[in-house]
């Protein structure tokens, strides 16, 4: 199983990002996918969440809803995240997990940096 996120970098304040997941070796379909990300001193947190492809129900953490987007691509086999508006407090290793998270299924993540 492999989930690889990527295309984070350094982005102004109020900029956009597009950061990608993609997977291997599981079920694509079957599984809901989440956005976690962890800032530097902090806990790692859930973001954004899309539920199984059966229904592709979305759910964001208060601070991100309005601005954060998720989707899948069922025949590429990947999560999207859709960053908008971004703000310093967004800065962060952002990672993908199932959800509920599966410990063995932690990629390396992709860094998001948000200053001027």
């Known amino acids: 199983v492999q989930l690889q996120a990527s295309g984070g970098g350094l982005v102004q304040p109020g900029g956009s990002l597009r950061l990608s997941c993609v997977t291997s070796g599981f079920n694509f379909d079957y599984y809901a996918i989440g956005w976690f990300r962890q800032a530097p001193g902090k806990e790692r947190e859930g973001v954004a969440c899309i539920s199984s492809s059966a229904d592709d129900n979305t759910y964001y953490t208060e601070s991100v809803k309005g601005r954060f987007t998720i989707s899948r691509d069922k025949a590429k086999s990947t999560v999207y995240l859709q960053m908008n508006s971004l703000k310093p407090e967004d800065t962060a290793v952002y990672y993908c997990?199932?959800?509920?998270?599966?410990?063995?299924?932690w990629g390396q993540g992709t860094q998001v940096t948000v200053s001027s």
């Open positions: 997990n199932a959800a509920p998270i599966k410990p063995l299924w």
